[in-house]
T-cell receptor, first 114, second 114 residues
Framework: AQSVTQLGSHVSVSEGALVLLRCNYS??????LFWYVQYPNQGLQLLLK??????LVKGINGFEAEFKKSETSFHLTKPSAHMSDAAEYFC????????????FGAGTILRVKS | DTGVSQDPRHKITKRGQNVTFRCDPI?????LYWYRQTLGQGPEFLTY????????KSRLLSDRFSAERPKGSFSTLEIQRTEQGDSAMYLC????????????FGSGTQLSVL
């Protein structure tokens, strides 16, 4: 069965500092991997996805993630945090054979300090 | 394209009452998904449709839950004899089956069972 583990339920960074949100997955087949962001009282918005093309994936708002098969990881990074990045971030894995059904991690709340 | 819309945004009900939520997907999307999200957790898969066919149901979906998508367009999720444990955010998402694995989420319906 697929699963996702997000290390750290809360991460706090200073404005302008590096953002690193960790995600490890397990999957019996080559996975599709996603990062979503959720702002308060809103639905989830796709940041980026990995679907077996380039291992370094660039997304919206300056975020990127690197797929590392040997580490079964898909960590999300941003070189310089902005106050508007404060939100909850979810990593998810899917199998195309299961109708794109997503399995989500528990989420990481990012706080950006001024 | 108005995105995925859900109605109502909030629902407060008494234990034992029935509730029904509606989801209108993006018009050209033939896949529709229901997820449930509780505080501090990632969204959990409940069920999904391809057109009007319900292709998969999670074990989380007890007999009190039923979902329909009668004409392959909008969908409803009904919970009968609500319990306090049903209190959660119910999220709807849609996607195409053209090889794009992205799910687009609505803003959700927040259910509170008193």
């Amino acid at each position: 069965a697929q699963s996702v583990t997000q290390l750290g339920s809360h991460v706090s960074v200073s404005e302008g500092a590096l953002v690193l949100l960790r995600c490890n997955y397990s999957s019996s087949v080559p996975p599709y991997l996603f990062w979503y962001v959720q702002y308060p009282n809103q639905g989830l918005q796709l940041l980026l996805k990995y679907t077996s093309a380039a291992t370094l994936v660039k997304g919206i708002n300056g975020f990127e993630a690197e797929f590392k098969k040997s580490e079964t990881s898909f960590h999300l990074t941003k070189p310089s945090a902005h106050m508007s990045d404060a939100a909850e971030y979810f990593c998810a894995v899917s199998e195309i054979s299961h109708g794109n059904k997503l399995v989500f991690g528990a989420g990481t709340i990012l706080r950006v300090k001024s | 394209d108005t995105g995925v819309s859900q109605d109502p945004r909030h629902k407060i009900t008494k234990r034992g009452q029935n509730v029904t939520f509606r989801c209108d997907p993006i018009s050209e999307h033939n896949r529709l998904y229901w997820y449930r999200q509780t505080l501090g957790q990632g969204p959990e898969f409940l069920t999904y449709f391809q057109n009007e066919a319900q292709l998969e149901k999670s074990r989380l979906l007890s007999d009190r839950f039923s979902a329909e998508r009668p004409k392959g367009s909008f969908s409803t999720l009904e919970i009968q004899r609500t319990e306090q444990g049903d209190s959660a955010m119910y999220l709807c998402a849609s996607s195409s089956n053209t090889g794009d694995e992205k799910l687009f989420f609505g803003s959700g319906t927040q259910l509170s069972v008193l």
